[in-house]
């Protein structure tokens, strides 16, 4: 029987997006691919520090197998296993596919490729790209998909953003609604299923490490239609970032995986130059609270640390709240062939030289580790089975998510240079899965009636109308600064209850002031601002989800840090005592004496807590607002036990 | 210099082809401002110095951290990102224009369409066999690895064409950025396997025959992308083959 003819519609030409496309053209198979922008300026290209994959060319001894521990670790155990191990099982083919795509990865003194150490792992696993690792991936993919635009099967749609997806009456996603950003028509396009590979959401904070599209907008509008949302409260905040009036830039992680010290003078209120300050006056609070991992302890440990310091001890440089980067002692040439991406992005925007002066820097919203839920398949012996139409799936059946707007790999934390891997790891996995899905299909998308796309765009076309109708008093762009701010101040490092209470008050404040904007322009052509009305109103959802799912969670995991439920896990713990633990309790109640003193108390309190909460949060769209329950992790590989970086 | 408030002299076009008008909006100083924040204050508060309310400004731009190209107009007269243009070091009032040298779409947005097909013109891209896992990449020394990620740095900004006096709005002259993206790709060894291909594309018309050799496209570069030695050496490549072609064909 000859197969139909297919399309699909890939959102998002990030390395998700691109990967994505690549591997679908690879069956024949037409894709159409929506943009904000060209693809080439998609946001990917601000990752800097690189790419993990356990090639162990440095005789460390590393596996995938232990870069699988390292992420479930870092992620405090929230990632389902069979996911981040196929994931981690991949990673060194798709560095070799990058490689031989041309990506400009940094070279051994043999011409291999060369790795370097980041957070998280003490191996040496990330392949860079000097510090543009990101933009570096991003134009390879970019130009393999501009071949097989050139070969017919890709058509670009550059200049467009996703509104929704066309659901029919069963449920079944057969197309998207995309907004011509120039001629400011509304579309809506048939196709026999659609990938949303949008990014994550850090512009509902306003200022992140993120850039201007990523607004979380169409993983809230796939919400709104009833797609379910996972594990939103877990927002990665990066330690590293330098300040600004319209971005947070980052400083990669890369920087300390080179070398780079994080420090603070040894005393409140002294204002030397930080060159004048001797060793011993100098605290470097990461290394000598994390011995073993020193300043390449995980994100969130990091990140908790530089609040503290600065925060708590009023240690912060100049008592601002900033701590020193310092990669003074690394001789200018090694810092410019390894890291010279951000050097150059730190003197443009400080005036200053690293390799002169110590950097200062400051924690800032980075990544979200959750996202739409997604579904796959495992291969019953602890990997993924790559055929299957589940993978990646939205609980929309037709509509995948890929990349960041996904959610199962990363768990409560990221590891650094693990999403470079999840993007174009997911990227790559739909492709398979997709097309054998529009296979199965009842009936392609040629014989889904008109009626329902005409239905759609008119929804839309309402939509946009309504908004530039809309005359009221509040600015739409001020008011994103004022939700920014709310989430700034109530949602970051540290979160308590009443705090995250206020702030859904507050949201309902913000929703009930949208009612009144005023839709600045109104003009046709080119016109961005009812096309951010809409944005904001997906970013008020998102930030529900957000909030409430950290309301709920009383608890803290990986980046989700509530100090009144903090297990304070006694000094010198060994997390194999708690496995340990668990296995003399088959045998009977374990003893006090077995253990050092308040070991055994802190390992109950500990297992009580994952008995309760080490599950996925899931938010659905109800009664305007996000109804929040929970599912199972899959848990089949590594047991759980307390995380530890000492 | 730190000023208390700041103005910003911008140049409009509501759309293709209409009549450009000017702008003047006073902003307040804020510290770490670059001309990105201050277009953002001008949405959010789209009233001109002379009390006027009128639409913000539009503008392209993502992020924020000169990586992606996307936020090039001319500030003071001098093609740039907005983005790494810090507003304490610039002087007052900061005139800006959109890109001259492509089709404006609306204010400071202009339609860089032209640069992305001739990277289709040049086949930009190495031939790979297929997404499979078939092994390793070629393996190739540091020095020659160092060279071509000076060159792929280049994010498609289009900041050294607004600048060659040979690229003009309607002309089919390449530019700096092409020819050296020729040179990018001929410099990987898979990606020599079609380096004749790729010289034949840069030696049609609009090709390099046509540089001038201003040597202006490297000064504005910001990525400090090599430009004047990609055009030197996909000069010498192009006669190579040129000869190559007298003789084989």
């Known amino acids: ?207 992140s ?68 300050i001797p060793e011993e006056d100098r605290y470097y609070f990461l290394e000598e609270n994390h011995p073993l991992f020193g300043n390449l302890v995980p994100r969130d440990v990091a990140s908790r640390e530089i609040h503290d310091v600065v925060y708590n001890r009023k240690l912060g440089v100049g008592g601002q709240p900033t701590v020193y980067l310092d990669l003074t002692h690394q001789p200018p040439e090694f810092l410019e062939r390894r890291l010279g991406g951000i050097i150059d992005i730190y003197r443009k925007f400080t005036g200053q030289d690293p390799s002169r002066v110590p950097m200062k820097i400051f924690p800032a919203v980075h990544y979200s580790m959750g996202g739409l839920w997604v579904d796959y398949e495992s291969d019953g012996h602890g990997m993924v089975d790559h055929r299957s139409p589940r993978n990646q799936m939205t609980s929309i059946p037709g509509l995948y998510a890929a990349g960041e707007v996904d959610y199962q790999y990363h768990g409560a934390n990221r590891l650094g240079a693990n999403s470079l891997l999840s993007c174009i790891y997911t990227g790559l996995l739909i492709g398979p899965g997709i097309v054998r899905y529009c296979d199965n299909l009842d009936k392609g998308r040629d014989a889904v009636p008109s009626s329902l796309f005409d239905r759609a765009k008119k929804e839309w076309d309402n939509r946009f109308a309504e908004i530039k109708r809309m005359n009221g008093r509040e600015n739409p762009y001020a008011l994103h600064r004022e939700l920014g701010d709310l989430l700034l101040t109530n949602v970051l490092i540290v979160r308590e209850n009443k705090k995250l209470l206020e702030t859904l008050d507050g949201l ?116 305007n607002g996000p109804e929040i329950s929970y599912e199972a992790v899959d848990l089949s590989l590594v047991t759980p036990r307390p995380r530890k970086y000492d | ?21 000017w702008n003047v909006f006073k902003l307040p100083s804020l510290p770490h401002a670059n001309v990105i924040s201050c277009l953002q204050e001008i949405q959010r508060n789209p009233v001109t110095a002379d009390g006027k309310t009128v639409t913000p400004v539009t503008w392209d731009c993502n992020c924020l951290e000169e990586v992606c190209g996307s936020c090039t107009m001319r500030i003071n007269g001098r093609v740039r990102q907005a983005c790494t243009a810090l507003v304490d070091i610039l002087e007052d009032p900061i005139v800006l224009e959109p890109m001259s040298k492509f089709p404006v779409v609306r204010d400071l947005q202009v339609d860089r369409s032209r640069m992305f097909e001739n990277l289709r013109k040049i086949k930009g891209w190495i031939e790979i066999d297929g997404s499979y896992d ?64 790729r010289l034949e594309a840069v030696m049609k018309s609009g090709g390099i025959a046509d540089c001038g050799n201003a040597q202006v496209c490297v000064e504005v570069c910001p990525k400090k992308i090599p430009l004047t030695e990609s055009i030197a050496e996909i000069g010498r490549e192009t006669t190579l083959q040129l000869l190559k072609n007298l003789v084989l064909k």
Not at chain 1, 115 to 124: A, D, E, I, M, Q
Not at chain 1, 144 to 156: A, F, N, P, S, W
Not at chain 1, 521 to 529: F, L, V
Not at chain 2, 170 to 180: I, L, R, V, Y
């Open chain 1, 1 to 207: 029987m000859p197969r139909r003819e297919k399309k699909i519609v890939v959102i998002g030409g990030g390395l998700a997006g691109l990967s994505a496309t690549m591997k679908i053209c690879e069956f024949k198979v037409r894709v159409t691919l929506v943009s904000f922008q060209p693809v080439k300026r998609s946001h990917s290209v601000c990752a800097q520090g690189g790419i993990n994959a356990a090639i162990d060319t440095k005789g460390e001894g590393d596996s995938p197998e232990i870069h699988f521990y390292d992420t479930v670790k870092g992620g405090d155990f929230l990632a389902h296993q069979p996911l981040a191990r196929d994931m981690c099982h991949q990673g060194p083919a798709i560095i070799r596919l990058m490689d031989r795509m041309g990506v400009a990865f940094n070279r051994t003194a043999e011409g291999h490729l060369d790795f370097r150490r980041f957070g998280g792992t003490l191996y040496s696993r990330t392949a860079f790209a000097g510090a543009t690792t990101g933009q570096q991936l991003v134009y390879a993919l970019d130009e393999q998909v501009r071949r097989h635009e050139r070969d017919g099967l890709v058509q670009k749609l550059e200049w467009h953003e996703y509104l929704g997806a066309v659901v029919d009456g069963a449920g079944v996603c057969r197309g998207a609604v995309v907004h011509d950003l120039r001629a400011g028509n509304i579309l809506a396009i048939a196709a026999d299923a659609v990938v949303l590979a949008t990014g994550g959401p850090g512009q509902i904070y306003a200022r």
């Open chain 2, 134 to 197: 078939i092994g390793e990449g070629p393996v190739f020394p540091e020095k020659i690895r160092e060279k071509a990620y000076a060159l792929s740095q280049c994010m498609t900004c289009g900041c050294c064409l607004e600048a060659c006096p040979q690229f003009t709005l309607t002309n089919d002259f390449m530019g700096a950025a092409t020819f050296s993206q020729v040179r990018y790709f001929n410099l990987h060894p898979t990606g020599a396997m079609n380096k004749e291909e």
């Open chain 1, 209 to 276: 490490t993120n850039s201007t599209v990523c607004t979380g907008s169409a993983a809230a509008s796939a919400y709104l239609q009833g797609a379910k949302y996972a594990n939103g409260e877990f927002i990665q905040i990066h330690p590293t970032a330098i300040p600004g009036q319209d971005k947070l830039r980052l400083m990669s992680e890369s920087a300390r995986g080179e070398g780079g010290r994080i420090w603070v003078p040894r005393n409140p209120g002294d204002n030397r130059d930080p060159l004048k």
């Open chain 2, 1 to 21: 210099m730190t000023r208390e408030t700041i103005a910003l002299k911008i140049k409009r076009q509501d759309a293709p082809g209409a009549k450009p008008y």
């Open chain 1, 508 to 623: 309902d404040g913000i929703e009930a002031r949208f009612k009144d904007i005023k839709c600045l322009d109104t003009s046709d052509w080119s016109n961005p601002t009812p096309s951010f009305i809409n944005q904001l109103y997906n970013m008020i959802h998102l930030s529900r989800i957000i909030t409430k799912g950290a309301l709920l969670r009383d608890e803290c995991r990986g980046a989700h840090y509530k100090p009144e439920f903090d297990l304070n896990q006694p000094d010198r713990f060994d997390p194999h005592e708690f496995i340990d633990y668990l296995e003399k309790k088959q045998y009977g109640p374990p003893r006090e004496e077995d253990y050092p003193p308040g070991h055994l108390a802190y390992m109950r309190r500990f297992e009580a807590n994952e008995e309760e909460w080490l599950k996925t949060t899931i938010a659905q769209y109800k009664n």
